[in-house]
């Protein structure tokens, strides 16, 4: 375990703006690291209620389990089987195995508001203070930090900060508007019903359905979620002029409800109705402020893209923000966070937009293209393939980021088949696995090794060359590159198992250096060291071939 990243120069907190599970994550995230955190939310406390953000993936479920939020993995429900239905026909079902190394199950469908008490009790346990009824109404920043204006029932305060994230969500366009950023893209016509019913719905409990155009729901589709305590999430795809009160005070929404269960009992947990939006913010870095989540970004929840990459924009940030907080790198590692994240968001769009053109065509051609699918469908394996329901939130690989340094022996392949992760090779994250470290008895992950600071991996010593000595030069290269701390290991050391050994299948002499947020930054062959040298440099947005002057003071340690 390496020290803790040391506080700030100022007593000043970094100010996360919006208690939304993306804020609750950076600032956990933040505070692990060492830096001191505020958290403001317009809203009087925490509301807990309704399903939302239900369907959590295994990297997001990871950075919790580092922060000490595993219960979320383990009170979440995985379920196993996807049946996709047409009208009355079952199209296909796919069964979804898990051959990963991972103790982390593949992906879990808990409630938001779960999820966030979980997270809630992390930060009481972190000493990290909420400021509730602080809404935000204004923010300024100068070339020390930034003043932030918030309206409580006192009056108006200023709190400041040396950064700010902005976690304040769809709604929060209060910052985008004093940053002067574009938030465009499209808005969907239709709505969606969503409702959270706990029923016994006996053989549901571990399966997704979608509905494609059934006669309870015609020419619109219905998805059909399982989650813990027998609660079952149901989306409708609804007319533009639905009346929730209206279809509630009507009896009709229990009739929607009675065509999928039948006679069987059932209660109302929650409902609401959402419009969905394609939105993606043109800048999610300026000066010292930086947007996360529905603040910079809005996509249909087919594929669970939202709140998952919202998690990976807090650890993108966190971990930056407090590396320039304490000296370790410059202002270009928070532009980095600009142009992997916003990437990302692109991408995320791109992909969810295509869903939502195949369930909400927007012209005759689209519903020609759909129904021929569909049809298709009924009899042929090729066209199954094409039906969109939504594809499963993945984590982003950056490898055409800044910090990453190519291997021509390990290129990105692009993006593999739905359910598959690509090839290690630099830009993706590290495959888990579990390892032990040297003089410990208790197994860890590799991952929440990684996530301690920048990491070094060892494959085996070239041929002639003394393991010692290899190690001590790889370790006073990385000591000679940055005053942040780093871990060099050799791989065969803490690789027990040796599942992580065959998913990375390193070669003598080559060096794995890994971020703090477990993406593999470089796969470099150390016979010159300055490989070494120049690949941490980069991953740390610094310049490659200036070395840092350690003369006025030793660099932090390299162990």
């Given at each position: 375990?390496?020290p803790p990243?040391?506080r700030?120069?100022?007593?000043?907190?970094?100010?996360?703006?919006?208690?939304?599970p993306?804020g609750?994550?950076?600032?956990?995230l933040l505070?692990?690291?060492g830096?001191p955190v505020?958290?403001?939310?317009a809203r009087?406390?925490?509301e807990?209620?309704?399903?939302?953000?239900?369907?959590?993936q295994?990297?997001?479920?990871?950075?919790?389990?580092w922060l000490?939020?595993?219960?979320i993995?383990e009170?979440?429900?995985?379920?196993?089987?996807?049946?996709?239905f047409?009208?009355e026909?079952?199209?296909?079902?796919v069964h979804l195995?898990?051959?990963?190394?991972?103790p982390?199950?593949p992906f879990?469908?808990?409630?938001?508001?779960?999820?966030?008490?979980?997270l809630?009790?992390?930060?009481?346990?972190?000493?990290?203070p909420?400021?509730?009824?602080?809404r935000?109404?204004g923010?300024?920043?100068?070339?020390h930090?930034v003043?932030?204006?918030c309206?409580?029932?006192?009056g108006?305060?200023?709190?400041r900060?040396?950064?700010?994230l902005s976690c304040?969500?769809?709604?929060?366009?209060v910052?985008?508007e004093?940053?002067?950023i574009?938030?465009?893209?499209t808005?969907?016509?239709?709505?969606?019903l969503?409702?959270?019913?706990?029923?016994?719905l006996g053989?549901?409990?571990?399966?997704?359905?979608?509905?494609f155009?059934?006669?309870?729901?015609?020419?619109?589709q219905?998805?059909i979620?399982p989650?813990p305590d027998?609660?079952y999430r149901?989306?409708?795809?609804?007319p533009?002029?639905f009346d929730?009160a209206?279809?509630?005070?009507?009896?009709?929404?229990?009739?929607r409800?009675r065509k999928?269960?039948?006679d069987?009992p059932?209660?109302i947990v929650?409902?609401s109705?959402?419009?969905?939006h394609?939105?993606v913010a043109?800048?999610?870095r300026?000066?010292?402020v930086?947007?996360?989540?529905?603040n910079?970004?809005l996509?249909?929840?087919?594929?669970?893209r939202?709140?998952?990459?919202?998690?990976?924009?807090a650890?993108?940030a966190?971990?930056?923000l407090?590396?320039v907080?304490?000296?370790?790198?410059?202002?270009?590692?928070?532009?980095s966070?600009?142009t992997e994240r916003?990437?990302?968001?692109?991408?995320?769009a791109?992909?969810?937009s295509?869903?939502?053109?195949?369930?909400?065509?927007?012209d005759?051609?689209?519903?020609r293209t759909?129904?021929?699918v569909l049809?298709?469908?009924?009899?042929?394996?090729?066209?199954r393939?094409r039906?969109d329901?939504?594809r499963?939130?993945?984590p982003?690989?950056y490898t055409d980021s800044t910090l990453?340094?190519?291997c021509?022996?390990?290129?990105f392949?692009?993006?593999?088949?739905?359910?598959?992760?690509?090839?290690p090779c630099?830009?993706v994250?590290?495959?888990?696995a579990?390892?032990?470290?040297p003089?410990?008895?208790?197994?860890?992950?590799?991952?929440?090794?990684l996530?301690?600071?920048?990491t070094?991996?060892?494959?085996?010593?070239?041929?002639?060359k003394d393991p010692?000595?290899?190690l001590s030069g790889?370790r006073t290269?990385?000591r000679?590159?940055?005053?942040?701390?780093?871990?060099?290991?050799y791989?065969?050391?803490?690789?027990?198992?040796?599942?992580?050994?065959k998913?990375?299948?390193?070669?003598p002499?080559?060096?794995?250096?890994?971020?703090?947020?477990?993406?593999?930054?470089?796969i470099?062959t150390?016979?010159?060291?300055?490989t070494?040298?120049?690949?941490?440099r980069?991953?740390?947005?610094?310049?490659?071939?200036?070395l840092?002057d350690?003369?006025?003071?030793?660099?932090?340690?390299t162990?």
């Amino acid at each position: 375990m390496r020290p803790p990243a040391p506080r700030t120069p100022t007593d000043e907190p970094v100010l996360v703006l919006g208690a939304g599970p993306v804020g609750q994550t950076a600032a956990l995230l933040l505070a692990r690291r060492g830096v001191p955190v505020l958290v403001v939310d317009a809203r009087p406390a925490r509301e807990a209620i309704g399903s939302k953000a239900i369907c959590q993936q295994r990297d997001v479920l990871d950075v919790w389990d580092w922060l000490g939020a595993g219960v979320i993995a383990e009170q979440g429900l995985t379920w196993d089987t996807a049946r996709t239905f047409y009208r009355e026909h079952e199209l296909f079902s796919v069964h979804l195995s898990d051959p990963g190394a991972s103790p982390l199950p593949p992906f879990v469908n808990i409630s938001q508001s779960r999820t966030e008490e979980v997270l809630d009790e992390r930060l009481a346990e972190a000493g990290v203070p909420i400021l509730w009824r602080h809404r935000v109404t204004g923010l300024t920043q100068d070339e020390h930090g930034v003043t932030v204006a918030c309206d409580t029932p006192e009056g108006t305060v200023f709190l400041r900060g040396p950064y700010a994230l902005s976690c304040l969500g769809a709604h929060g366009g209060v910052v985008r508007e004093a940053l002067g950023i574009s938030f465009d893209g499209t808005t969907f016509d239709d709505r969606f019903l969503i409702c959270d019913i706990r029923a016994d719905l006996g053989g549901w409990e571990r399966e997704r359905r979608f509905y494609f155009d059934p006669e309870w729901n015609p020419g619109r589709q219905v998805l059909i979620h399982p989650c813990p305590d027998s609660v079952y999430r149901i989306d409708w795809q609804v007319p533009s002029d639905f009346d929730l009160a209206a279809e509630e005070a009507g009896g009709r929404l229990d009739a929607r409800i009675r065509k999928i269960i039948g006679d069987r009992p059932y209660e109302i947990v929650w409902h609401s109705v959402y419009r969905f939006h394609t939105r993606v913010a043109d800048r999610m870095r300026v000066g010292r402020v930086l947007l996360a989540g529905d603040n910079a970004h809005l996509v249909a929840p087919f594929g669970a893209r939202g709140l998952n990459s919202g998690v990976q924009d807090a650890e993108n940030a966190a971990w930056k923000l407090a590396y320039v907080l304490a000296g370790w790198a410059g202002e270009e590692l928070l532009e980095s966070y600009h142009t992997e994240r916003h990437a990302a968001a692109l991408e995320n769009a791109e992909i969810t937009s295509a869903t939502m053109r195949f369930l909400v065509p927007h012209d005759d051609q689209e519903h020609r293209t759909r129904l021929t699918v569909l049809e298709q469908a009924l009899t042929q394996e090729e066209a199954r393939a094409r039906v969109d329901s939504g594809r499963l939130a993945e984590p982003f690989w950056y490898t055409d980021s800044t910090l990453t340094t190519p291997c021509p022996e390990r290129p990105f392949r692009g993006r593999p088949p739905r359910g598959q992760a690509p090839d290690p090779c630099p830009g993706v994250l590290m495959p888990d696995a579990p390892v032990t470290l040297p003089g410990h008895s208790t197994p860890s992950r590799i991952r929440s090794l990684l996530r301690e600071g920048l990491t070094l991996l060892l494959g085996p010593a070239p041929d002639g060359k003394d393991p010692d000595a290899f190690l001590s030069g790889v370790r006073t290269a990385a000591r000679q590159s940055t005053t942040a701390p780093v871990t060099a290991l050799y791989l065969h050391e803490v690789d027990g198992t040796g599942a992580l050994t065959k998913a990375l299948a390193p070669r003598p002499g080559q060096v794995w250096v890994v971020r703090p947020d477990a993406h593999i930054a470089a796969i470099v062959t150390a016979e010159d060291l300055s490989t070494v040298r120049c690949a941490v440099r980069t991953c740390l947005g610094l310049s490659a071939s200036a070395l840092p002057d350690t003369a006025g003071g030793e660099p932090a340690p390299t162990t």
